[in-house]
């Protein structure tokens, strides 16, 4: 297991003793079934999110293991994300500030969260979430999530670019 960017094989680190005892759970399992940001599963951009929150929070000497708790858990939701945006009624969210809600919904059924943990997965698209974060964690991981995003578009693409040269 590897975050993006990163050639650390994560079962052998530090990181690893943070999730293990929900890294392999069903509920996560089913997210490598669904494809996030073009190229990834949902399953590989959490774990993105996880462990580059982890790495942050540990060298700023925060609640590094809370970090990848959470960051494991942000995206704990199963429906397309594009099919909800177009069939979604007037007045009810978007996807971009409610699946947050749903994340840590699952989340909540699958482990215990602690008070850090529920604010990091429920406010991770912060300003779309309109409340603010209430930790500096919160705002490392919104910050990690988008970070994520781009690498996971953008490194297959310049892959690609690089092995046609």
């Given at each position: 297991?590897?975050?993006?960017?990163?050639?650390?094989?994560?079962?052998?680190?530090?990181?690893y003793?943070?999730?293990?005892?929900?890294?392999?759970?069903?509920?996560?399992?089913?997210l490598?079934?669904?494809?996030?940001?073009?190229?990834?599963?949902?399953?590989?951009?959490?774990?993105?999110?996880?462990?580059?929150?982890?790495?942050?929070?540990?060298?700023l000497?925060?609640?590094?293991?809370?970090?990848?708790?959470?960051?494991?858990?942000?995206?704990?939701?199963?429906?397309n994300?594009?099919?909800?945006?177009?069939?979604?009624?007037?007045g009810?969210?978007?996807?971009?500030?409610?699946?947050?809600?749903?994340?840590?919904?699952?989340?909540?059924?699958?482990t215990?969260i602690?008070?850090?943990?529920?604010?990091?997965?429920?406010?991770?698209?912060?300003?779309?979430?309109?409340?603010?974060?209430?930790?500096?964690?919160?705002?490392?991981?919104?910050i990690?999530?988008?970070?994520?995003?781009?690498?996971?578009?953008?490194?297959?693409k310049?892959?690609k670019?690089?092995?046609?040269?």
């Amino acid at each position: 297991m590897n975050a993006i960017g990163s050639k650390k094989e994560l079962t052998l680190c530090s990181y690893y003793s943070c999730i293990d005892d929900i890294i392999e759970c069903e509920q996560l399992e089913q997210l490598k079934l669904i494809t996030h940001h073009v190229s990834t599963t949902r399953f590989q951009h959490c774990v993105n999110v996880s462990y580059y929150s982890y790495i942050v929070c540990r060298r700023l000497g925060l609640n590094a293991r809370s970090a990848a708790r959470a960051g494991l858990l942000h995206d704990l939701f199963y429906y397309n994300r594009k099919e909800y945006n177009s069939s979604r009624s007037k007045g009810q969210p978007k996807h971009s500030s409610m699946h947050s809600i749903q994340a840590l919904r699952n989340a909540e059924q699958l482990t215990d969260i602690t008070r850090l943990e529920r604010d990091m997965i429920e406010k991770h698209m912060w300003p779309a979430t309109r409340a603010l974060p209430k930790y500096r964690e919160t705002y490392i991981i919104t910050i990690v999530d988008k970070y994520c995003a781009v690498l996971e578009f953008c490194v297959p693409k310049m892959s690609k670019i690089i092995r046609k040269k």
